[in-house]
């Protein structure tokens, strides 16, 4: 996937009385790894759509897309690189559906955010990690006054 310009993605994280929805890759580079669910962002399909449906594809569930938690860059090996997403993580919250492995996910599992630091992640995922740690501590200070 070689282009002058980079490609934009979403991730999707759904969070659930503390655990994150993960889904483990079933092909590709990072097959074996595990990412929230998200994706490339279709032509003329907003970003927080593509999260919807990127949800739902690899997971089953539905989802109300929050607020940007991360934004960053994936960009593969090489000279030049072999791939470049832009890519923008959402917090997403469960509203419906049936969790089950879609798509191009070979497994789906809802898992604490310190079990997640334990599985081989993509590249990306520990920056949304403490992104997600980041937010869930000034949520915190917030409901304590302080």
Known sequence: MRGEHPVPG????????????????????????????????RWGETMREAARRETREETGIDVDVGDVVWVGDAIGPGDPPAWHYTLVDFRATPVGGRLVAGDDAAEVAWVTLSEARHLPLTPTMPDLLDALDDTAKADREVEDGG
């Not at 655990?19 to 929230?36: E, F």
């Open 10 to 41: 979403v991730g999707v994280a759904v969070v659930r009385d503390g655990a994150i929805l993960l889904v483990r890759r079933g092909r590709g580079a990072l097959a074996g790894s595990w990412a929230v669910p998200g994706g490339k962002v």
